[in-house]
Nanobody, 120 residues
Framework: QVQLVESGGGLVQPGGSLRLSCAAS????????MGWYRQAPGKQRELVAG???????NYVDSVKGRFTISRDNANNTVYLQMNSLKPEDTAVYYC??????????????WGQGTQVTVSA
């Protein structure tokens, strides 16, 4: 059994910052790519930021220069530092990871989602 548990969402004013965390636990052998997705009401889920096992990163254009993804391999954790937040960043943010466990070959796992609301 593998679980992804997210934390760090909440309500913040425009221009503010939040840091999301996602910790993977369970019978993990290896964690490959990790990423953060978001889904706003009435919109499709989109990839916000991704990071490979080698720490290469990619971002959706709308967050470049404002968000930073990082990972702590020793603790199986991925972070998303979000600065200069805008109302259009409001969404449920989901953690995703490609994980090999003792029970399964590589497969995608998802967190439960954490709400980020940017409003005055």
């Amino acid at each position: 059994q593998v679980q992804l548990v997210e934390s760090g969402g909440g309500l913040v004013q425009p221009g503010g910052s939040l840091r999301l965390s996602c910790a993977a636990s369970g019978r993990i052998r290896s964690i490959y790519a990790m990423g953060w997705y978001r889904q706003a009401p009435g919109k499709q889920r989109e990839l916000v930021a991704g990071i490979t096992g080698g720490a290469s990163t990619n971002y959706v254009d709308s967050v470049k220069g404002r968000f930073t993804i990082s990972r702590d391999n020793a603790n199986n954790t991925v972070y998303l530092q979000m600065n200069s937040l805008k109302p259009e960043d409001t969404a449920v943010y989901y953690c995703n990871a490609l994980i090999e466990s003792t029970f399964h070959s590589r497969r995608d796992y998802w967190g439960q989602g954490t709400q980020v609301t940017v409003s005055a």
